[in-house]
């Protein structure tokens, strides 16, 4: 071999080691990058949708109380017990309650012979005119004293007002109920329309009228989907939940039953409309109330960049995003969970 062949060699053998170790960094790039695939999006204009659940229940919800305070005798029902018009429910100890009508009925007659006795001597011209207006008068009071010991008697029991269900038994035997405490709460099954009360947000509650369309699925019946609209809403907040309740009634299929208190998750379309984009769930990362995340392509397409956006609803097939994704082509949807911020991505179609 002659010197220049020798060297020749040479540079060859370094050409190669020195390509050599570039294709492997290359190769291990490409082994390193997540396989992703991508949506195209495009800002379009939305009908707001909003999402809730909560329990069916009547319209006519009742909460039975005693007109007068005393001690609970006896509760007669339970929850979910199913009651008759009239059916006596809970009562009270009438001990003190039968001792005023006893006192009222002891009143009333002697106020009677008083002015029986009052009108004789009156005849006889020995009791003047204003003695027996006066002995009139007190007749009439003792009267309505004794109609009103007798009316308390009769509400000192709680019967149904019509055919239904116990939703809730709220006192127990042997407690101290005040006037008007609510004692049982019920429902008139068969009277009214069935509705679903669910709790919104304000920002919701505002999207909402009454009349809206809503999609209804009651967890008992699976994904068979009902049709209903909002029937009604609140005007204050409900103090234990911190949301307000919106009425949706709900229009039931003939063959299937429906029972008090079955949870119903509902999709109210809205009549507001704002712009913004619609997405995939699966595009949506670290979704916490009205903020979440989406992986978008870099603009060369070998890396990700992780991008804030603002949920403006949400609906069974998409999420609808109002702020975030402005000059933004396309997102990830499928790959999301492997990435992070500036990740290498190989994009697959």
Known sequence: ??????????????????????????????????????????????????????????????????????????????????????????????VEIEAIVQQAQAGYAKAKRDLNRVKALF???????????????????????LTIACYN????????????????????????????????????????HWIIKAGVCDEDWAAIRVGDSAAVCLGAYGDLEMTGSVSGK???????????????????????????????????????????????HEAVMEGSGKTGYVFVPSENGTRVRKLLITIASMNDNSVCVSEGLDNVPSVIVIGTPYLKENSLISIIQ
């Open 1 to 94: 071999m002659t010197i220049q062949s020798f060297i020749s060699a040479m540079c060859l053998g370094l050409i190669l080691s020195a390509c050599g170790p570039a294709h492997t960094d290359n190769q291990s790039q490409e082994q390193d990058a997540v396989r992703v695939r991508t949506l195209s999006i495009q800002e379009s204009e939305t009908r707001r949708s909003v999402v809730s659940s909560g329990t069916l229940t009547t319209e006519n919800e009742t909460l039975l109380s005693f007109k007068t305070g005393g001690v609970i005798k006896r509760i007669f029902v339970k929850d979910g017990d199913v009651i008759r018009k009239g059916q006596l429910l809970a009562a009270l100890d009438t």
């Open 123 to 145: 005849a006889d011209s020995v009791a003047t005119l204003e003695q027996l207006q006066n002995a009139a008068t007190g007749c009439d009071i003792a009267e309505h004293e």
């Open 153 to 192: 008697r009769r509400y000192s029991e709680i019967r149904a007002v019509a055919d239904g269900t116990v939703l809730k038994k709220m006192a127990t035997e042997g407690q101290m109920a005040g006037p008007g405490m609510p004692i049982v709460q019920t429902n008139g099954t068969g009277r009214g």
């Open 234 to 280: 609140s005007t204050a907040v409900d103090p234990a939940s911190g949301t307000f309740t919106v009425d949706i009634q709900v229009n039931p299929h003939s063959h299937i039953p429906f029972a008090s208190g079955m949870f119903g998750r509902v999709t109210i379309a809205t009549r507001s409309h704002a712009r913004g984009w619609n997405i995939p």
